[in-house]
Nanobody, 126 residues
Framework: QVQLVESGGGLVQAGGSLRLSCAAS????????MGWFRQAPGKEREFVAA????????VYADSVKGRFTISRDNAKNTAYLQMNSLKPEDTAVYYC???????????????????WGQGTQVTVSS
């Protein structure tokens, strides 16, 4: 059974940083792209970032480009989201997800991800 467990969320002041982790088990981690999504209160879940299985390709939402960095350590079966220069509008529950294939095709489409973590809360105070 595939499991994804996020950690690293919390409360931070605007301008601060957090690093989220997503520990995966139950499938060959390096064979699947990984993504991060977020859902703010009263809003739909939205794409944040994704990385191909090898880590050679990445994509970001415009709202986080230049501030967030997605990475992965295939030896540790773990994906990361480094978030810098955080803003109050980054406040959301953040989810990691395992894509149903190696590549980043249709990376922003939730239906392309077949396993999801439980989410971790990130709150940015002004």
């Amino acid at each position: 059974q595939v499991q994804l467990v996020e950690s690293g969320g919390g409360l931070v002041q605007a301008g601060g940083s957090l690093r989220l982790s997503c520990a995966a088990s139950g499938r060959t981690f390096s064979m699947y792209a990984m993504g991060w999504f977020r859902q703010a209160p009263g809003k739909e879940r939205e794409f944040v970032a994704a990385m191909s299985g090898s880590g050679s390709s990445t994509v970001y939402a415009d709202s986080v480009k230049g501030r967030f960095t997605i990475s992965r350590d295939n030896a540790k079966n773990t994906a990361y989201l480094q978030m810098n220069s955080l803003k109050p509008e980054d406040t959301a529950v953040y989810y990691c997800a395992s894509k149903n294939r190696y590549s980043l095709v249709n990376y922003a489409r939730e239906s392309e991800y077949d396993y999801w973590g439980q989410g971790t809360q990130v709150t940015v105070s002004s």
